[in-house]
């Protein structure tokens, strides 16, 4: 089997302005797994690097701004933290992405190592200016 290196990742540039989160959490989540590549297997981690950029302003469909709450559990008696859709989007909308993304890759080991690819930013401008990019969305 042919080991993947950086010089066989590609990098792509997903602009979410008026982009549709789920949907583009889906191309996201394929991108980093590699799954439109020939050599694509589910136990190799051979994805591509993600860049999504004005991650503020994505569209949602239905009531989730004001139903939707993000929870976590610190492990003591009590302590259930919960978070509003409309408190998080305003706080750090990177992480909304994120946790979608999060969530639609597969649970095992190889989690980790693709969401270090993944590089979210909030505005337009980010660092990685330098690199040849395949443009996705807008």
Same mark, same amino acid.
């Given at each position: ?20 989160? $789920? ?8 991108? /980093?797994?590699? +799954? &439109?590549?020939?050599?694509? *297997?589910? @136990? %190799? ?32 008696? $009590? ?8 408190? /998080?989007?305003? +706080? &750090?909308?990177?992480?909304? *992405?994120? @946790? %979608? ?38």
């Amino acid at each position: 089997m042919k080991q993947i290196t950086n010089e066989n990742r590609v990098w792509h540039l997903i602009d979410l302005d008026g982009l549709t989160l $789920g949907r583009a959490a889906t191309e996201i989540a394929n991108l /980093l797994q590699g +799954k &439109s590549k020939i050599e694509f *297997v589910r @136990n %190799a981690d051979n994805g591509d690097y993600v860049v999504v950029i004005n991650c503020s302003k994505f569209v949602i469909t239905g009531n989730k701004s004001d139903q939707k709450m993000y929870r976590k559990h610190t492990g003591y008696i $009590g302590n259930l933290k919960e978070v509003s859709f409309k408190e /998080l989007l305003e +706080k &750090s909308p990177d992480k909304i *992405v994120y @946790n %979608a993304v999060y969530g639609m890759l597969p649970k095992n080991k190889l989690r980790d190592k693709m969401l270090e690819r993944l590089k979210i930013y909030a505005t337009s401008e980010h660092p990685h200016v330098n690199i040849k990019f395949e443009q996705k969305g807008k």
